[in-house]
């Protein structure tokens, strides 16, 4: 009779309070990969980690706002906006007054896991070699023109554009003016040089 007992309620209870155990162990874990995938389903189509999109740029986030902050605000933003906090407040009027959906559902450790994914992209960011600006040399230059760039290209209207000197026609047309620049130079100096020369021969 006791190990009938011991059977039929002792044992599912162990389970159960084992099963408890491991989801509340589960839950207390902040995971950045966890956190990523949250961040493309819930934020991705409004904030980007390295700039401001229809909200604003996430990257450290955690060094501007404290984490019951941002837990708050992420369940609830207007109920933060209508409590008057001013950094809410001027968020919401920074970005067009866009609201925010609330995200109730998330737990306290999934909003975690989003932050820590958050750190890991922006420390990720901050390592990454500055990539130029690619130069858009097909669009036609609307800036006024140099007197080098009027020069060469005869500044026909809206066919110049900017000078690239990787484009052979220009760096062959600027060697060209600069030998041309050069040989005009030295006809002027021969040309005193015989100059002088006549003078000495009538004295």
């Known amino acids: 009779m006791k190990r009938r007992f011991l059977k039929e309620h002792f044992t ?30 819930r934020c991705a189509a409004c904030h980007s980690v390295a700039k401001d999109v229809t909200g604003p740029a996430l990257r450290d986030v955690d060094k501007r706002h404290t984490e019951d902050w941002i837990i708050k605000f992420v369940h609830g933003s207007q109920s933060v906006i209508k409590s008057g906090d001013t950094i809410a407040v001027k968020l919401f009027e920074k970005f067009n007054k866009t ?17 820590a994914y958050i750190k890991e992209e922006g420390i ?37 554009r900017p000078l690239n000197f990787r484009d052979p026609f220009i760096a062959v047309s600027l060697v060209g003016v600069i030998i041309s ?18 003078k000495q021969s009538k004295e």
Not at 25 to 33: E, F, G
Request: net charge negative; proline share 8%; hydrophobic share 45%.
């Open 12 to 41: 599912p209870a162990c389970i159960g309070l084992l099963l408890l155990l491991m989801f509340n162990k589960a839950d207390a874990q902040v995971d950045a990969t966890y956190g990523k995938q949250l961040f493309t389903i």
């Open 99 to 115: 609201i925010m959906p609330n995200h109730p559902d998330l737990s306290n450790n999934d909003i975690k896991s989003i932050i």
């Open 124 to 160: 990720r960011l901050a390592v990454l070699p500055a990539v130029p600006k690619a130069l858009d040399d097909d669009k036609p230059y609307s800036g006024k023109s140099s007197p080098l760039h009027q020069l060469i290209y005869l500044d026909i209207p809206g066919e110049h």
């Open 181 to 198: 620049l050069v040989l005009f130079l030295l006809l002027i100096v021969k040309t005193y040089d015989i100059l002088e020369k006549y």
